[in-house]
């Protein structure tokens, strides 16, 4: 299992950006696809990106898509979510997540997981 913090979330305007960092550790980072995940008031977990072991394949959530950007530095293992354009509805704990393997959508494929970092967008 490797071992993921989050970090980079607080409050923002509707229109700002953000940036989500993910720091990894204890097995090699560069084995695993990664993921951002996050989960709203009273909503499930939800798919948000994910990216494949080498970071050339990357998939977003249609609500993100256009606006948020995830990117990996392997040589400092570092997960990153870039978000801009931001929206109330964006509002959520958002959660890093590790999965040995291919990337999916699905939170239960993931094996290990951040504590989360809050984004809180007003309007």
């Known amino acids: 299992q490797v071992q993921l913090v989050e970090s980079g979330g607080g409050l923002v305007q509707a229109g700002g950006s953000l940036r989500l960092s993910c720091s990894a550790s204890?097995?090699?980072?560069?084995?695993?696809?990664m993921g951002w995940f996050r989960q709203g008031p009273g909503k499930e977990r939800e798919f948000v990106a994910n990216?494949?072991?080498?970071?050339?394949?990357?998939d977003y959530a249609h609500s993100v898509k256009g606006r948020f950007t995830i990117s990996r530095d392997n040589a400092k293992n570092t997960l990153f979510l870039q978000m801009n354009s931001l929206k109330p509805e964006d509002t959520a704990v958002y959660y890093c997540?590790?999965?040995?393997?291919?990337?999916?959508?699905?939170?239960?494929?993931?094996?290990?997981w951040g504590q989360g970092t809050q984004v809180t967008v007003s309007s």
């Open positions: 990216i494949n072991w080498i970071g050339l394949i990357t």
């Open positions: 997540a590790a999965r040995r393997g291919g990337v999916d959508v699905a939170a239960g494929e993931y094996e290990s």
């Open positions: 204890g097995r090699t980072f560069g084995s695993y696809a």
